[in-house]
């Protein structure tokens, strides 16, 4: 049995956060708190004039009693690899995951 690189949940197709969590269901507006990460949260690089981040993932704790996220910058090689899946798309998510609890980098 092959045992899964991350304990993330993808939201299925089509749903919002606020489908699966109802904690989230009415959130029209965010308040964004803290300083824009300057690296990679996958692959830890820094982002510069060629490396910018291209796509956020976000977290979303679901034992949440208000609605709080934790969006993650991403570069466009590691959204590339997040986008062709598999096991490529799950070292994006292990390698986020693991940023989150603090971990510090495999790759
Ligand atoms: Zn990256």
Redesign the pocket.
Known sequence: MNRPLHGLEELPEGKTIGDVCPVFSNVVKELRVGKRSTC??????PFNAI?KPRKEIRLYPLEAVVPVAFAYP??????AMYQRGGIERESVLAAVESFHYGNKASQ
Request: hydrophobic residues 30%.
């Open positions: 990679c949260t996958a692959c830890r690089k490396r991403v570069c466009g090689v590691c959204v």
